[in-house]
């Protein structure tokens, strides 16, 4: 009896195929999700950059660019252009109304300083000080001179009783005005050398200081608007060269300042 011979089946076995397909659908599944998870690295890092800058909270404009601009984004360019015109025209209005602002005042305080010039002149003329207090204008204001002879003896910053007089009715003149006083001490340029003065510099100091000082303990003026300066021999008014004008030149200046260099 002969054996059968068995059928040999060429190709790959049907469940092979399925295998095959399953397998393929599996691989076509996770490239799907791959390709559906893929992150844009520079929008990541652009996003996590701005989460770190404080500033985002400040209504900065988004650090991402846009990938379809509209023209809304371009308006808000051309508003904020308009913006910075009409600030800078406003800064130029202001500026100007200022500076117009700023010479009226100065013209103003010039005419104030003149009348004031003027009635100090008629105080002085009034009170017969006009041989013992000169008054001027220049470009800081008016200025009062007083003599050394009136207040201080030779090398000494004490107050005369003889000068108190004078002294009093100035702290009268000054209490009808607001404007701030510097009271300037000057001397020629002889040599001083005591134990209290050293220098000029120090009896000059002590003589602008000691004028102040009389003026605010017998008047209701505030002390704030005094201002103390020795300039020693720095600043004569004639040559130290001869005894009449050493004795111009040793002497206290109050200067009543312009309401502008305050």
């Given at each position: 009896?002969?054996r ?9 076995p ?12 599996i ?15 520079v ?9 770190r800058?404080r500033?985002?909270?400040d209504s900065?404009?988004?650090t991402?660019?846009?990938?379809h601009?509209?023209e809304?984004s ?20 202001d500026?100007?109304q ?7 005042v100065?013209?103003d305080?010039?005419?104030?300083l003149?009348?004031l ?11 017969n000080?006009?041989n013992?207090i ?6 800081q204001?008016v200025v ?11 090398a000494?910053?004490e ?5 108190e007089p004078?002294l ?13 006083i ?6 020629d340029?002889?040599?001083i050398s005591?134990a209290?003065y ?14 102040i000082?009389?003026i ?14 020795g ?18 030149n ?6 009543i ?6």
């Amino acid at each position: 009896m002969k054996r059968r011979k068995k059928k040999v089946v060429k190709g790959a076995p049907k469940w092979m195929v399925t295998f095959a397909d399953m397998v393929t659908l599996i691989l076509v599944f996770f490239v799907l999700l791959f390709s559906m998870s893929q992150i844009d690295l520079v929008k990541f890092q652009a996003v996590a950059e701005s989460f770190r800058n404080r500033m985002i909270f400040d209504s900065y404009p988004s650090t991402l660019e846009m990938d379809h601009p509209t023209e809304n984004s371009e308006h808000r360019e051309q508003n904020e252009g308009s913006d910075d015109t009409l600030n800078n025209l406003s800064d130029a209005e202001d500026q100007e109304q200022n500076e117009q602002t700023n010479s009226e005042v100065m013209e103003d305080n010039q005419e104030s300083l003149d009348k004031l010039l003027a009635e100090i002149k008629t105080f002085l003329r009034e009170n017969n000080l006009e041989n013992t207090i000169t008054a001027n204008r220049t470009d800081q204001g008016v200025v009062l001179i007083l003599q050394e002879r009136i207040l201080f003896d030779t090398a000494e910053a004490e107050i005369k009783s003889s000068g108190e007089p004078f002294l009093e009715k100035v702290s009268l003149l000054l209490g009808n005005i607001p404007n701030e006083i510097r009271v300037e001490g000057h001397t020629d340029n002889r040599p001083i050398s005591t134990a209290r003065y050293p220098s000029n510099w120090e009896l000059s100091g002590a003589r602008a200081s000691s004028v102040i000082r009389y003026i605010i303990d017998n008047s209701n003026l505030d002390q704030s608007r005094f201002i103390a300066v020795g300039y020693g021999d720095t600043r004569p008014i004639v040559k130290n060269n001869s005894e009449a004008n050493w004795r111009k030149n040793r002497r206290v200046e109050i200067v009543i300042l312009e309401l502008s260099q305050q």
